[in-house]
């Protein structure tokens, strides 16, 4: 009996907003045995320290992630910028980091802050994660939404403070999983992602740069940095 190893494809796309340098970054890595592990990396703040260190982060997470799973990788990438050292506190993130097997009918995925994971169930968009942010844990509460809004940029959490109790894990199913910064899901509107993924769902490459590049300005004129990663069985 012979039996055939699924292949895993993926698709990587990254924009810079309107600030002067994109504090995003995302990789993929793939083992041997077709195993993939795969990170994407929102610096917090515009600085040289977080556009240099990021691109760092993301490649050590999704290394390790794939070896190890996505709670090793996002605790690598955590140590590395765990001691202000010579990057200060400006290096800073938050991010969300998978694992997917071949043949298994799981992908783990692990986050902290509010870098998030969606999966395509084949008729509608889900997500699997939640924000840690101040403004969630509001809502959640039932502060009205008018004062929730305001402290969605308060970070509970944040990638140089992980540990193993601030770092969530989710178990997706969907055969089609996005990873996403808050440049996208923030800036791209939730029926609006769901189009585009119903349009490109056979084609992770051609998703990935349709998120992107749906990202609008705001009220401000301001446009975040926008990064996806999509991983389809």
Not at 67 to 93: K, Q
Not at 96 to 118: H, I, K
Not at 195 to 208: I, K
């Amino acid at each position: 009996m012979t039996t055939s190893i699924q292949k895993i494809t993926t698709g990587i796309a990254t924009r810079e907003g309107t600030a002067e340098d994109n504090a995003d970054a995302a990789r993929v890595y793939v083992l041997a045995d077709g195993t993939v592990g795969a990170a994407v990396i929102d610096g917090i703040g515009h600085g040289p320290h977080t556009s240099a260190t990021v691109p760092l982060l993301a490649e050590a997470a999704a290394r390790i992630s794939a070896r190890r799973g996505p709670l090793a990788g996002l605790l690598t990438a955590a140590e590395l910028i765990a001691d202000p050292g010579a990057d200060g506190e400006e290096a800073d993130a938050v991010a969300v980091a998978a694992r997917a097997y071949p043949d298994d009918d799981v992908l783990v995925v692990n986050w902290t802050g509010d870098a998030r994971a969606y999966g395509w169930t084949g008729e509608r968009l889900e997500l699997y994660t939640d924000d840690h942010t101040v403004g969630k844990q509001l809502r959640a509460n039932g502060v009205s939404l008018d004062i929730a809004r305001q402290h969605d940029n308060w970070l509970k959490t944040s990638l140089a403070r992980a540990t193993i109790g601030t770092i969530y894990a989710a178990e997706i199913r969907d055969r089609l999983v996005i990873l996403t910064s808050d440049g996208v899901h923030d800036q791209v509107a939730a029926d609006a992602m769901e189009a585009l993924v119903r349009e490109h769902a056979d084609d992770p490459q051609a998703l990935a740069d349709a998120l992107v590049a749906a990202a609008e300005v705001d009220g401000d004129g301001y446009r975040d940095d926008a990064t996806v990663v999509v991983l389809k069985v």
